[in-house]
């Protein structure tokens, strides 16, 4: 059963980028497709992005312009940056496997937090 | 983006009532739409997918419905486990991929 443990720093700078890394673990990241996927504490959920295993993304437009995502499969793990961050991007951040457009499996989550 | 309105936005219910959450799209979406219950301090588990599929391993009380603008999901005998946070997700406007707000289910 696949599995996915989030990694990265806890705290990021107003302005500064966020990147995270989701470690897949349990099959192969060439399997399947990915997603970030965040929740602002005590609030509801916001899709980040769509990742195929072959590389190519689809990110949702409200946070398009700020979002890069990438895989590297030779360490069966996926990424996540987030630029010119604010405190509204303080979150939990998730990865998850997608099944055609809906999250099947989720990380443990991290909480990102932006403050000076 | 299409928004989703979930009704009610709380609701307390006591253990074997049957329940109901709404989720209205503000535009058609057809049948692409999912329905997610999230425990306190949890990660979101998917319960039903294109709006009345049961995702494998999911206890047969939930049910889902609807197509359009107008779904449901039932829960047709509440257990002690169920009291969570349902979130509704659709995903017809791809990549514009959206989430209701949320439906907190109390324990009366």
């Known amino acids: 059963q696949v599995q996915l443990q989030e990694s990265g720093p806890g705290l990021v700078k107003p302005s500064e980028t966020l990147s995270l890394i989701c470690t897949v673990s349990?099959?192969?990241?060439?399997?399947?497709?990915w997603s970030w996927i965040r929740q602002p504490p005590g609030k509801g959920l916001e899709w980040i992005g769509y990742i195929y295993y072959s590389g190519n993304t689809n990110y949702n437009p409200s946070l398009k312009s700020r979002v890069t995502t990438s895989v590297d499969t030779s360490k069966n793990q996926f990424s996540l940056k987030l630029s010119s961050v604010t405190a509204a991007d303080t979150a939990v951040y998730y990865c998850?496997?997608?099944?055609?457009?809906?999250?099947?499996?989720w990380g443990q989550g991290t909480l990102v937090t932006v403050s000076s | 983006a299409i928004q989703l309105t979930q009704s009610p936005s709380s609701l307390s219910a006591s253990v074997g009532d049957r329940v109901t959450i709404t989720c209205r799209a503000s535009q058609g979406i057809s049948s692409a739409l999912a329905w997610y219950q999230q425990k306190p301090g949890k990660v979101p588990k998917l319960l039903i997918y294109?709006?009345?599929s049961l995702e494998s391993g999911v206890p047969s009380r939930f049910s889902g419905s609807g197509s359009g603008t107008d779904f449901t999901l039932t829960i047709s005998s509440l257990q002690p486990e169920d009291f969570a946070t349902y979130y509704c997700?659709?995903?017809?406007?791809?990549?514009?991929?959206?989430f209701g707000q949320g439906t907190r289910l109390e324990i009366k």
């Open positions: 294109d709006a009345s």
């Open positions: 349990g099959g192969s990241i060439s399997s399947y497709h």
């Open positions: 997700q659709q995903f017809n406007s791809y990549p514009a991929i959206t």
């Open positions: 998850a496997r997608v099944r055609g457009r809906i999250a099947v499996a």
